[in-house]
Every structure is written in structure tokens, then in C-alpha cells.
């Protein structure tokens, strides 16, 4: 007869290949179709609340790689809280006002803004603005993210901004809102004031000058005609001019070169003699700066004083030590001179174009000017030196153009005023990486105003009406009454309506004795939107309590949304509005280079979905170091999708394996399994435990590698193959067998739920052919909690040491593999020689040793000349000399003792004959 048919060989429908980008549609829909969100939340409710707190995304363009890492991490977080003990609803959101819908609109859309009222423009913003959430929602879904995407949060709905509102009118009720004009970062590119948050720096080449400031009153201590020597890197701010600032406590010194006398700080003068190639020069006398306190200096060019004043910010770091003061465009200038009730002066439009003030520059763009005002400079023999440096320089992080400093009336949230509640909250937050904590203190820290108002159109209004008087006007009753209205119309009735119109029936001020009222036209910073949704989403969310469990966005928003959420948070509550926080890095290539269409590195999501699947992308997110930068890469996916295949290929073999096998009728007893089963089934304790750790610790690299190394070397290397030996071979019923089958059972549904939030497409596909599981799909069911084995205890050590001994059995194979003793390790006899008590008593201890070590026959010897030495026992390989039984492939001395039966071992015979000839 056939012996093949006697065999249990493996049997399942499980495919071998993924073919995931065209299965995982499939299974999404299908998702869908189940409700399967809706299920797995109703299935949790009355447990404890986690909230993951979504950081929106704008809305505009298709999702990059940093998304889908965003987005997969969070998913990996809910999915196993909802999997762990807890309420996990998750509510995606989206960041929707701003510039880069404007300019979609006027640029990519063509549309003429000027001939559309604000309402109007409003209205086509919104409109795109929700395309695009649409547009990114399926995107998104496509990653395998689990969430209520019908009902996302968006920060132009009626009820969102409404709550923002609400902050506002909170935030000016406590005084922290005020409108005053100083320097602001201005953009001359997007036409309006930028947050610090809204920055970037990148490298300019500027003009460097030395100027010469001309002395008209030194107040005794220097003579008229004497010059103060400034140095600058922005010669375009010269017009606005209103003074030099010195350091108190600086020593400085008057300079005789040739006919000139010069005045720079004392620590600075060996650099600037190399600097200005000054030469014979003669020190002829030093003083401290506070003694030059309000001595007169002629502007350059135009027919008014500069003064010198006392500033702290000076430094002798670089320059002269003598700062040119122009306090309509810096900041600390600003301050210098209202000290001395200079008011800050800007000659520059929104555009930055010089206005009439700055006369023989009228109409020109700040830049080009520069090189006029330095000829201006030369040609009056002010300027001393011109050069050129590359310096790093703010950047307007949406139009990547350079910014200015420019005073201007904004409105102004004063961090100031509650920074020390803001740092005290910073440290009960838990923080990851833990430098976080530190990068957010110092922020927060050295910050002072927040500039909350911008130029535009695309955002929510600030809600203050002026009286006919010019006062600002913010009350309780104001501000109840715009939330009202913008919660019932939205926020564009604000330009829709008059003034009077927008305010409660029969509402009067002191400010307005005629009743006439006009209302602010600036709207809100962007990220006040956004840092409202604690108030927007947590508090008027179902299910959801403020503070969130967690915020996890990348590195780059200690400065955005971790930082304004914090700052609005406190300021209304008085406390952090999460109680994690965690941020991951940026994704590069596979040389860690930054991804640039330039370059050609950039890898898109949806490219890798067609071609992988998203699977392997969530593996890869899976995989990778995330609190630091990631790299992603052609080659590196490829590895991702290896260690895909080796897990798929491992749960397809112990489902071919469990096709006989009914849980509810075949499974044994713990305390009855074979001491090996038992001792896998430990250690998928241990790595359950590892797993679940790695998960509470939001570590996701860690599970990813232990699984994977508990796949392919307690599995795959060991378990999975010497059973085959008992599973192919032994009949259907044999204790044995079914120990082991009751082994894989537990091991195959416990790995399918440890990854079912990594990988989730997947886990459903094999959950639906293993048989016996009650629940629709893995994700509603609870990931097992670790325990202890039943008779098992005190045998940890007895395996571990066993496995160790395995080590040099293998090694020793692989020795005679190569020196051609044998081929495949079955031909093989082995001679085993204990080398201490431990081992002999360990491996005399484990039944059919043979079995576990893949070889035909192991004798235990108490020593043998021959055997290689190696680290716990000497080992001796020899090939068998017996026959090689035809049905289980072993070499055993009882092959032909069966006559019916000749070509088989006694085993086979005993098997065959009971099971297939009774």
C-alpha cells in the first residue's frame, strides 16, 4: 500500500500568500458592513475610559508618510486598550482654517478673492476645507485606523467653534487677553503675524554692515563729531532707527584711528581691529556703559537723534557692543525704548513695503532695499564695512519665505501671567521620551506673550466689538452671546452681520453713548483652534472627560499643538489638559536623509499600500525606534515583508496542523500535557507578559522583535518541527498528538490576539479559520493576561537547560553536516555524554529525546572517547547504520521486524495496522 495515505499531513485553506493589497479592501468593507467600531466599543462600555486625544491634521493635500506613522501609532494604542480592560473610543479630527486653504483657493482653484465678500470667500474655504477631510478620511481608513469616522471633530463646525469661543472669553475674563502693539514675527508672504510656533529657521545670506552713528550730545563724556559704531545684519530696518542700546556694566572704549574717534566695547575691539583693518590705533579712553546714558547720536541719513539707552539684552558675543535700536522691529528693542517713552516706529506695510515714513525708500520691498540703504550709507560715509554672511533666519513655515519682526496692534494671549501654573503642570505629566518634559519646560519658560491674532480671512473671528471710543468690549454676556450664535450659524455670521447685529438685544456700553459699535476683523491663530479642542472635544464628546490619558503627535509640536493645548488648557482650568505625553520623530530614507520630491526619496503611503499592503507598513511602524527619527526605505520594507512571511507561513502551519482538531472534544488538560507543551506554553506566558508590558509602555518596537524571535526560534526551530515527527505520524487520537495540538491552539490564538493590534487585517484572515472561536473577530475579544502554567512549576529551569544542551547537539550536526558524516540530521546517531550532574540529570529526566533533537537515536553514555567536547555535554554523531523506516523516515533497528509491514518501523507498524487495517 501507499503509506502517504496514512499520514495526518497538514491540511488548510489558509493561503500562503498575503496578496494583501487587494484582500485588505475586502476586509475593510467588510469591517463596515459588521460595525465592527461600534461593536468593539459597545462591547467595552462600563469599563474604565482611556482617551487617546487626536491631534488634527490640516486638512489640505494627500497624507504622507508621517501621517500614516501618526496615525498607526494611535490605532496601535486604542486597539490594544480596547483589548486590555478598557473604554477606548477613538474620535479623529482635523485642523481645517488657515493660509494653505486660502492660497488653494486663490492659486490652485483660480479664484479671484477680490471680487468675493469675506463672507462668501469664507464659504468656499469651508467647502474645500471638507473635501478635503473627505479625501484624507479615506486615505486614512485605507491604513487599517479604527475609529468613529463618521463623526470626526473638525474646527470649523458650529458646535467646535463655539467652545473655542468659550476659551477665549474664559482666557480674557481671567485678564490674559490684551491687544498692544509691539514687534511680532510678521510675514510678509502670507501678509499677517505669526506665532513662534509657526517658524522655522533656515540658512540666508544677509548683508553684513558696520555703521557709524555721528555723536551730537555726549553728555560730557564723549565729544560731538566722536562715533558710536553699531553692526547689523538687516540694513533694511536703518530707517527705523531710533536709537543704540549699550550694556550697563560693559567696558567700553573711545578709539582714535587716523582722524576718527570710535566708540566700541572693550572686549570686541581686537576682533574689530582685524574686522575694519584699523590701523595706528590709539585707545584714548574707556568708561562703563551706563556713563553714555542718553547721549545723542544723528541718525545716518535723516534729520533726527538716535539715543543711547541702557539695555541688558546687549552682549559681547559679536558686533561691537553698541546695538542698533529700532523698536518697530525687534523685540527687545521695543522694550529698551518704552523704557525710555520711545514709541515703537515701522515704516514697513503688511507687504513689507516701505511706507512714506521711510522717505527715498517709499514703495520699495524690504529686501531689495537693502542694498540701497547700504549705498545711502556708503555715499553719506556712515558705513564703515559691507560683507556678506549665511546665517540661520526665521522662516514662515507654510510659505517657507523669510519673516520680520514688524510692530503692529495684535491681540495677545500674556503666557507671562500664568507661566508658573503652566510649569508646574508640565511636571505632572508623564512624558515620552522623558526629554520632552525638558524641551517644553524651557519653551514654556522663556515665553512671554502668545500673538493669538492673524491678518486673514480662513478662521475664527475674535470676538470683541469696540465702542465708539475705540475701547475693546469682551463680557461674559458678549461672549455667551456670539458662542449662541456661532454654535447655532457658524462662525461666518461674524462677517455676514453688522456689528450691532452680532451683540445681545438691547445690549449698551459706556463706550458707546450713541449705541454705535464696529468689531474686530483679525481672526484667531490657528493653533488657539486647535489648542482649544480639550474644551471643543473632551468635554462635549460622549464617552470622553478631560484630561486625555494621551496626546501622541511628532517631535515637532512641543512647539504647536502639546504647547498650546497646555497654555489654553491651564489658563481656563488650571490644569494640563493630558495626562501622557508622547512624541515620535521624523521619517526619513534609508540613508537617513530628509524627504524631498528634489531628491527623489520621497516613499508615499498609498504606493506601498498597492504594492505591500497595509499591513507591512503597520509592521514596519511596528518595527522601528519611533520616539527617535525612522527611515523607510524599498529595502527595508522588503525585510518587513520577510518577517511578515515567516509569521503568516508559522500561523498557516499550526492551522494546517489543527484541521482534525476540535477544541470543546480533543483539547488535554493542562496538568495532563507532555512536559514540553507545557513549557512552550510557559514561555508564551513569559512573552505575553513581555508583550503586554511593551504595550502598557507604549514600546511597540520590543513586541514586534519578540514575537518575531519567539516565531522563528521556540516555534519555527523547535516546537513546530520536531512535532512533526508526532503530529504526521502518531494516530489522529494519540495523547501526544493532541497535547501538542492543544499547545499550538492556545499559542496560535494568543499570537493572532498580541498582534492584532499590529497587524489587524491579518489577525481577522486567520482568526476565521481556526476553529472553535466563538467571537467575529479577534478585535472583539481581550488579549489573555499571563499565568501560570498547571504542573509546571519547578520545571522552568529543568527546560531552559535542556535547551541549552540542544544548542551543542545542533552544533554538533551542523559539524557532521559539513565534514559529509551525514545529510539530513535524521540519518544521525548521536552519542550524548553529560559533562556535569546537572545535564545528567536533566536529560535522562526527558522521555524520547531523540524525538525533540530531530536525530533517529540519542544514547546517553557516561563517556565516550570520540565525542566532540562542547559547553554541557560531548557529543558523538555517526550515521545510523539501520534502515530508514519508508513512512516516518527514521533510521531504526525494528525496520522489517513487522512482516506485513516490512519497510516500517515497529512504530508505523503498530500505527498502520491498529488505525488502517482493523
Given at each position: 500500500?501507499?503509506?502517504?495515505?496514512?499520514?495526518?499531513?497538514?491540511?488548510?485553506?489558509?493561503?500562503?500568500?498575503?496578496?494583501?493589497?487587494?484582500?485588505?479592501?475586502?476586509?475593510?468593507?467588510?469591517?463596515?458592513?459588521?460595525?465592527?467600531?461600534?461593536?468593539?466599543?459597545?462591547?467595552?462600555?462600563?469599563?474604565?475610559?482611556?482617551?487617546?486625544?487626536?491631534?488634527?491634521?490640516?486638512?489640505?493635500?494627500?497624507?504622507?508618510?508621517?501621517?500614516?506613522?501618526?496615525?498607526?501609532?494611535?490605532?496601535?494604542?486604542?486597539?490594544?486598550?480596547?483589548?486590555?480592560?478598557?473604554?477606548?473610543?477613538?474620535?479623529?479630527?482635523?485642523?481645517?482654517?488657515?493660509?494653505?486653504?486660502?492660497?488653494?483657493?486663490?492659486?490652485?482653484?483660480?479664484?479671484?478673492?477680490?471680487?468675493?465678500?469675506?463672507?462668501?470667500?469664507?464659504?468656499?474655504?469651508?467647502?474645500?476645507?471638507?473635501?478635503?477631510?473627505?479625501?484624507?478620511?479615506?486615505?486614512?481608513?485605507?491604513?487599517?485606523?479604527?475609529?468613529?469616522?463618521?463623526?470626526?471633530?473638525?474646527?470649523?463646525?458650529?458646535?467646535?467653534?463655539?467652545?473655542?469661543?468659550?476659551?477665549?472669553?474664559?482666557?480674557?475674563?481671567?485678564?490674559?487677553?490684551?491687544?498692544?502693539?509691539?514687534?511680532?514675527?510678521?510675514?510678509?508672504?502670507?501678509?499677517?503675524?505669526?506665532?513662534?510656533?509657526?517658524?522655522?529657521?533656515?540658512?540666508?545670506?544677509?548683508?553684513?554692515?558696520?555703521?557709524?552713528?555721528?555723536?551730537?550730545?555726549?553728555?560730557?563724556?564723549?565729544?560731538?563729531?566722536?562715533?558710536?559704531?553699531?553692526?547689523?545684519?538687516?540694513?533694511?530696518?536703518?530707517?527705523?532707527?531710533?536709537?543704540?542700546?549699550?550694556?550697563?556694566?560693559?567696558?567700553?572704549?573711545?578709539?582714535?584711528?587716523?582722524?576718527?574717534?570710535?566708540?566700541?566695547?572693550?572686549?570686541?575691539?581686537?576682533?574689530?581691529?582685524?574686522?575694519?583693518?584699523?590701523?595706528?590705533?590709539?585707545?584714548?579712553?574707556?568708561?562703563?556703559?551706563?556713563?553714555?546714558?542718553?547721549?545723542?547720536?544723528?541718525?545716518?541719513?535723516?534729520?533726527?537723534?538716535?539715543?543711547?539707552?541702557?539695555?541688558?539684552?546687549?552682549?559681547?558675543?559679536?558686533?561691537?557692543?553698541?546695538?542698533?535700536?529700532?523698536?518697530?522691529?525687534?523685540?527687545?528693542?521695543?522694550?529698551?525704548?518704552?523704557?525710555?517713552?520711545?514709541?515703537?516706529?515701522?515704516?514697513?506695510?503688511?507687504?513689507?513695503?516701505?511706507?512714506?515714513?521711510?522717505?527715498?525708500?517709499?514703495?520699495?520691498?524690504?529686501?531689495?532695499?537693502?542694498k540701497v540703504i547700504t549705498e545711502k550709507l556708503d555715499e553719506v560715509g556712515a558705513l564703515l564695512k559691507l560683507?556678506?554672511?549665511?546665517?540661520?533666519?526665521?522662516?514662515?513655515?507654510?510659505?517657507?519665505?523669510?519673516?520680520?519682526?514688524?510692530?503692529?496692534?495684535?491681540?495677545?494671549?500674556?503666557?507671562?501671567?500664568?507661566?508658573?501654573?503652566?510649569?508646574?503642570?508640565?511636571?505632572?505629566?508623564?512624558?515620552?521620551?522623558?526629554?520632552?518634559?525638558?524641551?517644553?519646560?524651557?519653551?514654556?519658560?522663556?515665553?512671554?506673550?502668545?500673538?493669538?491674532?492673524?491678518?486673514?480671512?480662513?478662521?475664527?473671528?475674535?470676538?470683541?466689538?469696540?465702542?465708539?471710543?475705540?475701547?475693546?468690549?469682551?463680557?461674559?454676556?458678549?461672549?455667551?452671546?456670539?458662542?449662541?450664535?456661532?454654535?447655532?450659524?457658524?462662525?461666518?455670521?461674524?462677517?455676514?452681520?453688522?456689528?450691532?447685529?452680532?451683540?445681545?438685544?438691547?445690549?449698551?456700553?459706556?463706550?458707546?453713548?450713541?449705541?454705535?459699535?464696529?468689531?474686530?476683523?483679525?481672526?484667531?491663530?490657528?493653533?488657539?483652534?486647535?489648542?482649544?479642542?480639550?474644551?471643543?472635544?473632551?468635554?462635549?464628546?460622549?464617552?470622553?472627560?478631560?484630561?486625555?490619558?494621551?496626546?501622541?503627535?511628532?517631535?515637532?509640536?512641543?512647539?504647536?499643538?502639546?504647547?498650546?493645548?497646555?497654555?489654553?488648557?491651564?489658563?481656563?482650568?488650571?490644569?494640563?489638559?493630558?495626562?501622557?505625553?508622547?512624541?515620535?520623530?521624523?521619517?526619513?530614507?534609508?540613508?537617513?536623509?530628509?524627504?524631498?520630491?528634489?531628491?527623489?526619496?520621497?516613499?508615499?503611503?498609498?504606493?506601498?499600500?498597492?504594492?505591500?499592503?497595509?499591513?507591512?507598513?503597520?509592521?514596519?511602524?511596528?518595527?522601528?525606534?519611533?520616539?527617535?527619527?525612522?527611515?523607510?526605505?524599498?529595502?527595508?520594507?522588503?525585510?518587513?515583508?520577510?518577517?511578515?512571511?515567516?509569521?503568516?507561513?508559522?500561523?498557516?502551519?499550526?492551522?494546517?496542523?489543527?484541521?482534525?482538531?476540535?477544541?470543546?472534544?480533543?483539547?488535554?488538560?493542562?496538568?495532563?500535557?507532555?512536559?514540553?507543551?507545557?513549557?512552550?506554553?510557559?514561555?508564551?506566558?513569559?512573552?505575553?507578559?513581555?508583550?503586554?508590558?511593551?504595550?502598557?509602555?507604549?514600546?511597540?518596537?520590543?513586541?514586534?522583535?519578540?514575537?518575531?524571535?519567539?516565531?522563528?526560534?521556540?516555534?519555527?526551530?523547535?516546537?513546530?518541527?520536531?512535532?512533526?515527527?508526532?503530529?504526521?505520524?502518531?494516530?489522529?487520537?494519540?495523547?501526544?498528538?493532541?497535547?501538542?495540538?492543544?499547545?499550538?491552539?492556545?499559542?496560535?490564538?494568543?499570537?493572532?490576539?498580541?498582534?492584532?493590534?499590529?497587524?489587524?487585517h491579518t489577525a481577522d484572515e486567520v482568526w476565521e479559520y481556526i476553529p472553535g472561536v466563538k467571537e467575529e473577530?479577534?478585535?472583539?475579544?481581550?488579549?489573555?493576561?499571563?499565568?501560570?502554567?498547571?504542573?509546571?512549576?519547578?520545571?522552568?529551569?529543568?527546560?531552559?537547560?535542556?535547551?541549552?544542551?540542544?544548542?551543542?547537539?545542533?552544533?554538533?550536526?551542523?559539524?557532521?553536516?559539513?565534514?559529509?558524516?551525514?545529510?539530513?540530521?535524521?540519518?544521525?546517531?548521536?552519542?550524548?555524554?553529560?559533562?556535569?550532574?546537572?545535564?545528567?540529570?536533566?536529560?535522562?529526566?526527558?522521555?524520547?529525546?531523540?524525538?525533540?533533537?530531530?536525530?533517529?537515536?540519542?544514547?546517553?553514555?557516561?563517556?565516550?572517547?570520540?565525542?566532540?567536547?562542547?559547553?554541557?555535554?560531548?557529543?558523538?554523531?555517526?550515521?545510523?547504520?539501520?534502515?530508514?523506516?519508508?513512512?516516518?523516515?527514521?533510521?531504526?533497528?525494528?525496520?522489517?521486524?513487522?512482516?506485513?509491514?516490512?519497510?516500517?518501523?515497529?512504530?508505523?507498524?503498530?500505527?498502520?495496522?491498529?488505525?488502517?487495517?482493523?
Amino acid at each position: 500500500m501507499d503509506y502517504k495515505e496514512t499520514l495526518l499531513m497538514p491540511k488548510t485553506e489558509f493561503p500562503m500568500r498575503g496578496n494583501l493589497p487587494n484582500k485588505e479592501p475586502l476586509r475593510r468593507e467588510k469591517w463596515e458592513e459588521m460595525n465592527l467600531y461600534e461593536k468593539s466599543v459597545e462591547r467595552t462600555k462600563g469599563r474604565r475610559t482611556f482617551i487617546l486625544h487626536d491631534g488634527p491634521p490640516y486638512a489640505n493635500g494627500d497624507i504622507h508618510i508621517g501621517h500614516a506613522l501618526n496615525k498607526i501609532l494611535k490605532d496601535f494604542i486604542t486597539r490594544y486598550k480596547s483589548m486590555s480592560g478598557y473604554h477606548a473610543p477613538y474620535i479623529p479630527g482635523w485642523d481645517t482654517h488657515g493660509l494653505p486653504i486660502e492660497t488653494a483657493l486663490t492659486k490652485n482653484k483660480k479664484v479671484k478673492r477680490k471680487e468675493l465678500s469675506v463672507a462668501e470667500f469664507r464659504q468656499l474655504c469651508a467647502e474645500y476645507a471638507l473635501t478635503q477631510v473627505d479625501s484624507q478620511r479615506s486615505q486614512f481608513k485605507e491604513l487599517g485606523v479604527r475609529g468613529d469616522w463618521d463623526n470626526p471633530y473638525i474646527t470649523l463646525t458650529k458646535d467646535y467653534e463655539a467652545a473655542q469661543i468659550k476659551v477665549f472669553g474664559e482666557m480674557a475674563k481671567k485678564g490674559y487677553i490684551y491687544k498692544g502693539l509691539k514687534p511680532v514675527y510678521w510675514s510678509p508672504s502670507s501678509e499677517s503675524a505669526l506665532a513662534e510656533a509657526e517658524i522655522e529657521y533656515y540658512d540666508k545670506r544677509s548683508a553684513s554692515i558696520y555703521v557709524a552713528f555721528e555723536v551730537e550730545d555726549g553728555k560730557e563724556v564723549l565729544d560731538s563729531g566722536d562715533k558710536i559704531v553699531i553692526w547689523t545684519t538687516t540694513p533694511w530696518t536703518i530707517p527705523a532707527n531710533l536709537g543704540i542700546s549699550v550694556h550697563p556694566d560693559i567696558n567700553y572704549v573711545l578709539v582714535k584711528v587716523n582722524n576718527d574717534k570710535f566708540v566700541v566695547a572693550e572686549a570686541l575691539l581686537e576682533s574689530l581691529i582685524t574686522e575694519l583693518e584699523w590701523e595706528n590705533l590709539q585707545v584714548v579712553k574707556s568708561f562703563k556703559g551706563k556713563e553714555l546714558e542718553r547721549v545723542t547720536a544723528k541718525h545716518p541719513f535723516y534729520s533726527r537723534e538716535s539715543l543711547v539707552m541702557l539695555g541688558e539684552h546687549v552682549t559681547t558675543d559679536a558686533g561691537t557692543g553698541c546695538v542698533h535700536t529700532a523698536p518697530g522691529h525687534g523685540e527687545d528693542d521695543f522694550y529698551v525704548s518704552k523704557a525710555y517713552g520711545i514709541e515703537a516706529f515701522c515704516p514697513v506695510d503688511h507687504k513689507g513695503v516701505f511706507t512714506s515714513e521711510a522717505p527715498g525708500f517709499e514703495g520699495m520691498f524690504y529686501d531689495d532695499a537693502n542694498k540701497v540703504i547700504t549705498e545711502k550709507l556708503d555715499e553719506v560715509g556712515a558705513l564703515l564695512k559691507l560683507s556678506f554672511i549665511t546665517h540661520s533666519y526665521p522662516h514662515d513655515w507654510r510659505t517657507k519665505k523669510p519673516t520680520i519682526f514688524r510692530a503692529t496692534a495684535q491681540w495677545f494671549a500674556s503666557i507671562k501671567d500664568f507661566r508658573e501654573d503652566i510649569l508646574d503642570e508640565i511636571k505632572q505629566v508623564n512624558w515620552y521620551p522623558a526629554w520632552g518634559e525638558t524641551r517644553l519646560y524651557n519653551m514654556v519658560r522663556d515665553r512671554e506673550d502668545w500673538c493669538i491674532s492673524r491678518q486673514r480671512a480662513w478662521g475664527v473671528p475674535i470676538p470683541v466689538f469696540y465702542g465708539e471710543d475705540g475701547t475693546a468690549i469682551i463680557t461674559d454676556e458678549t461672549i455667551e452671546h456670539v458662542s449662541k450664535l456661532f454654535a447655532e450659524h457658524g462662525s461666518n455670521i461674524w462677517f455676514e452681520r453688522e456689528a450691532k447685529d452680532l451683540l445681545p438685544e438691547g445690549f449698551t456700553s459706556e463706550h458707546s453713548p450713541n449705541g454705535e459699535f464696529t468689531k474686530e476683523t483679525d481672526i484667531m491663530d490657528v493653533w488657539f483652534d486647535s489648542g482649544s479642542s480639550h474644551a471643543g472635544v473632551l468635554l462635549n464628546r460622549e464617552d470622553h472627560t478631560r484630561p486625555a490619558d494621551v496626546y501622541l503627535e511628532g517631535s515637532d509640536q512641543y512647539r504647536g499643538w502639546f504647547n498650546s493645548s497646555l497654555s489654553t488648557a491651564v489658563a481656563v482650568t488650571g490644569k494640563a489638559p493630558y495626562k501622557n505625553v508622547i512624541s515620535h520623530g521624523f521619517v526619513l530614507d534609508g540613508n537617513g536623509r530628509k524627504m524631498s520630491k528634489s531628491l527623489g526619496n520621497v516613499i508615499m503611503p498609498s504606493k506601498v499600500l498597492k504594492q505591500l499592503g497595509a499591513d507591512i507598513l503597520r509592521l514596519w511602524v511596528a518595527s522601528v525606534d519611533y520616539q527617535a527619527d525612522v527611515r523607510i526605505s524599498d529595502d527595508i520594507l522588503k525585510q518587513t515583508s520577510e518577517a511578515y512571511r515567516k509569521i503568516r507561513n508559522t500561523f498557516r502551519f499550526m492551522l494546517a496542523n489543527l484541521a482534525d482538531y476540535n477544541p470543546e472534544t480533543d483539547r488535554v488538560p493542562e496538568a495532563e500535557m507532555e512536559e514540553v507543551d507545557r513549557y512552550m506554553l510557559h514561555r508564551l506566558q513569559q512573552l505575553v507578559k513581555e508583550v503586554r508590558e511593551s504595550y502598557e509602555k507604549f514600546e511597540f518596537s520590543p513586541i514586534f522583535h519578540r514575537i518575531h524571535n519567539f516565531v522563528a526560534d521556540d516555534l519555527s526551530s523547535f516546537y513546530l518541527d520536531f512535532a512533526k515527527d508526532i503530529l504526521y505520524i502518531e494516530a489522529a487520537d494519540n495523547h501526544r498528538r493532541r497535547s501538542i495540538q492543544t499547545g499550538y491552539y492556545e499559542i496560535l490564538t494568543t499570537l493572532v490576539q498580541l498582534l492584532t493590534p499590529i497587524i489587524p487585517h491579518t489577525a481577522d484572515e486567520v482568526w476565521e479559520y481556526i476553529p472553535g472561536v466563538k467571537e467575529e473577530s479577534p478585535q472583539l475579544t481581550d488579549i489573555p493576561e499571563p499565568r501560570e502554567i498547571e504542573g509546571f512549576h519547578g520545571l522552568e529551569n529543568k527546560w531552559n537547560h535542556f535547551m541549552a544542551i540542544r544548542d551543542d547537539v545542533l552544533k554538533a550536526l551542523e559539524e557532521a553536516r559539513n565534514e559529509k558524516v551525514i545529510g539530513k540530521s535524521l540519518e544521525a546517531k548521536i552519542t550524548v555524554v553529560p559533562r556535569d550532574e546537572e545535564t545528567k540529570t536533566v536529560i535522562n529526566s526527558i522521555n524520547d529525546v531523540h524525538q525533540l533533537l530531530i536525530v533517529s537515536e540519542a544514547v546517553v553514555k557516561e563517556q565516550s572517547e570520540e565525542a566532540a567536547e562542547y559547553r554541557y555535554v560531548d557529543v558523538l554523531v555517526e550515521k545510523h547504520p539501520a534502515e530508514k523506516c519508508e513512512r516516518c523516515w527514521v533510521a531504526s533497528d525494528t525496520v522489517g521486524q513487522n512482516e506485513k509491514h516490512s519497510t516500517l518501523c515497529s512504530r508505523c507498524a503498530d500505527v498502520v495496522e491498529k488505525h488502517y487495517f482493523a
